[in-house]
Structure formats: structure tokens, C-alpha cells
């Protein structure tokens, strides 16, 4: 299974706002509602920021927000602030012989 | 609230078999509709999905590590463990297991929402 594809690298300014695309196939980001998004700073572990596409989870700002059209989704990050940069992955459910998981590379979110 | 923490040994040999273990703390790993998952991320690159157990004891893998990848679950002790065998340095990575809800009445759900802290593995001889 082929991982999701999002650019290597963004950039804004604080106060700005930035996206994030994520695009995968039919048999993924395409064919399931099941997109999620994960922030990670250096040495940590991922943190859930956006599931099921578009829903945040309790705790996390609603700076934070997804989208999806077709077979590529979409993380924006309003109002950038300097503890936003850090990478962030991109995961959907996929359609193989089981239903299984993929993630995006990652992209590196930097707060000039 | 639910913790997970994975532990094993930081050094494998090549050829032998990587076995971790991830202790969920806080509730039970058999309540609830959860797959639990491993994950893991060589230095300076992306995750990559190996492979869940599901609460019943089913299990899904990556198709690329399918051949050398077993998931168990001890209920008992409320830990899920993974193996895997034949490592070469292309296995050196830090190796995180999660959650991720099934079915959920609110909150997230087919999504990794709780992470252990990761441990580092190194293969090598």
C-alpha cells in the first residue's frame, strides 16, 4: 500500500493562516470519511488533531480544521502561532484484502 | 484516562526477533471497541502502520511486513504485544502502539487517539 502524499514542507507567519493537503486514491482518502490528522513535535508522540475528516477532539483549537473533497483532504491551521510548527501526518483507512491504515510522509510545518 | 507505555529491548540482533510490549493502564484492553495498534517511525522520517488486534482478538497487518509480523493480546495482564521476525537494519525505528476507537458515542473515532511514548529499537549486531 502506497503512503498518502503531502508536500515536505509549508511555512507562514504568525496570525497567518496555512493548508495542508493530503491526497491519497479512491481506495482511501476517496472511498472512507475516515481521515485523521496528527501533530508531533520533536521526541513526542503524534497527537490526534482532526478524525472522521473534519471533527476535533476535545482540547484540541479550533484553529484547527479539516476538509476533504474528493480523493485529497485538507488540514488549515488559522491564526498560526509559534507552538503550531511541528511535523503533521495525515492517515486514512484503506481498502485492501483488509481494511487497513496508511499514513501520509509528513510535512514540516514552519512558523517563520 | 486510559495510558499506554511500550517497553522491551532497545537492541536486536539482525535475523532475530523484535517482541515489545504495550501495558494500557486506566481501563481494560477488552472493554469498549477498540483496535490496538503499532506504529512505528525510523529517525528523520514518516510513521508507518504495522499492524492491530482487535478487542475480540482479530488481527489486521501491513501487507508489506505481513510475512514477519504476529499481534497478541494478553487479557490478563492488559497488554498486546507485537513480534517481528528477521529484522535487518531497515527495522531500526522507534515503535509506538495506540488506540484506535471503533465505535465511539462521542469523541473520536476511527482514529489513533491515545499514543504510548514511543521506544527506541536498534538492530544491530
Known amino acids: 500500500q502506497s503512503a498518502l502524499t503531502q508536500p515536505a514542507s509549508v511555512s507562514g507567519s504568525p496570525g497567518q493562516s496555512i493548508t495542508i493537503s493530503c491526497t491519497g486514491t479512491?481506495?482511501?482518502?476517496?472511498?472512507?470519511?475516515?481521515v485523521s490528522w496528527y501533530q508531533q513535535h520533536p521526541g513526542k508522540a503524534p497527537k490526534l488533531m482532526i478524525y472522521e475528516v473534519s471533527n476535533r477532539p476535545s482540547g484540541v483549537s479550533n484553529r484547527f480544521s479539516g476538509s476533504k473533497s474528493g480523493n485529497t483532504a485538507s488540514l488549515t491551521i488559522s491564526g498560526l502561532q509559534a507552538e503550531d510548527e511541528a511535523d503533521y501526518y495525515c492517515?486514512?483507512?484503506?481498502?485492501?484484502?483488509?481494511?487497513?491504515?496508511?499514513f501520509g510522509g509528513g510535512t514540516k510545518l514552519t512558523v517563520l | 484516562q486510559v495510558q499506554l507505555q511500550e517497553s522491551g529491548p532497545g537492541l536486536v540482533k539482525p535475523s532475530q526477533t523484535l517482541s515489545l510490549t504495550c501495558t494500557v493502564s486506566?481501563?481494560?484492553?477488552?472493554?469498549?471497541?477498540?483496535?490496538w495498534s503499532w506504529i512505528r517511525q525510523p529517525a528523520g522520517k514518516g510513521l508507518e502502520w504495522i499492524g492491530r488486534i482487535y478487542t475480540s482478538g482479530s488481527t489486521n497487518y501491513n501487507p508489506s511486513l505481513k510475512s514477519r509480523v504476529t499481534i497478541s493480546v494478553d487479557t490478563s495482564k492488559n497488554q498486546f504485544s507485537l513480534k517481528l521476525s528477521s529484522v535487518t537494519a531497515a527495522d531500526t525505528a522507534v515503535y509506538y502502539c495506540a488506540r484506535d476507537v471503533v465505535v465511539a458515542v462521542a469523541g473520536p473515532r476511527r482514529a489513533f487517539d491515545i499514543w504510548g511514548q514511543g521506544t527506541m529499537v536498534t538492530v544491530s549486531s
Open positions: 479512491s481506495s482511501d482518502v476517496g472511498g472512507y470519511n475516515y
Open positions: 492517515s486514512s483507512y484503506t481498502s485492501s484484502s483488509t481494511l487497513n491504515v496508511v
Open positions: 486506566g481501563g481494560s484492553i477488552s472493554s469498549g471497541s477498540y483496535y
